[in-house]
């Protein structure tokens, strides 16, 4: 019971550090579901589709899954910085053309299973997996914890954290001190994505192992709860990712 536990707290901790890094700028990032889904496309489609050596196979399916989810995050903050656009309208717009997206890719020669006529992929590589710890527990939660330590840095020693912390007090208060309010919503919603991209490769490379369309579950909107009863406070939300694990 203890190892499915932090089986399932894996996703939702590194989701929800997504959506408390996004809500310490003052922005609210429920594309969560879309984008985990890109992040375990990307990290999927590298483990089954790319050879590579042991130990390498799985770093780079994992840094694929972390830059696909950041470059779908990543959209909102270019559009909110250039047009003033809602995250709420623009990540929910996102959730939907990633969904359909996949489904759509589900059914092509890109992802899909060859022989067969099901939305699914070929299984992942066994050297692109995570290793297992105990049972169905992996490597996976080692790199959420890693990524807990580095969100707690980002917010307490770096200066791109206090200036995240900033614009989300008071954007015009951090423009007229003169940082430039809209890379650091890219950058923020980059960060976010990233974290997603974790949730996704862990579910794609540690525990499902084929992309099929529920790859997402619900992380994506459980992970708002998890950061809101974290207090967007990467320990807090560590926490209450395990507490909902349990929960699960």
Do not use: C
């Amino acid at each position: 019971p203890i190892s499915e536990t932090l089986v399932y707290a894996t996703p939702l901790v590194a989701a929800g550090l997504g959506v408390a890094v996004a809500f310490r700028a003052g922005l609210f990032n429920i594309g969560g579901t879309g984008q985990i889904v890109a992040g375990a496309a990307a990290a999927g489609w590298v483990g089954f589709a790319v050879d590579l050596p042991p130990v390498l196979h799985v770093i780079v399916a994992l840094v694929a899954g972390i830059l696909g989810a950041a470059v779908w995050a990543g959209i909102v903050g270019i559009l909110k910085a250039r047009t003033g656009a809602h995250e709420v309208i623009l990540t929910i717009m996102l959730n939907y053309i990633a969904l359909r997206l996949f489904d759509y890719l589900l059914t092509t020669p890109v992802l899909q299973q060859p022989g067969t006529v099901n939305p699914i992929s070929p299984p992942v590589a066994g050297d692109a997996m995570f290793p297992s710890i105990v049972g169905r527990l992996h490597w996976g939660f080692v790199v959420m914890l890693l990524a807990v330590i580095a969100i707690w840095w980002l917010f307490a020693k770096s200066n791109l954290g206090f200036k995240i912390r900033a614009v989300g007090l008071s954007p015009s208060a951090a423009r007229t001190a003169g940082i430039n309010v809209g890379i650091i919503y890219v950058v923020t919603f980059a960060i976010a994505g990233g974290l997603m991209g974790i949730a996704g490769s862990a579910q794609i490379l540690g525990t499902e192992r084929t992309l099929t369309g529920g790859i997402a579950g619900s992380i994506g909107f459980d992970a708002i709860t998890v950061a809101l009863l974290g207090r967007s406070k990467p320990f807090g939300v560590l926490a209450a990712g395990i507490l909902f694990g349990a929960l699960r």
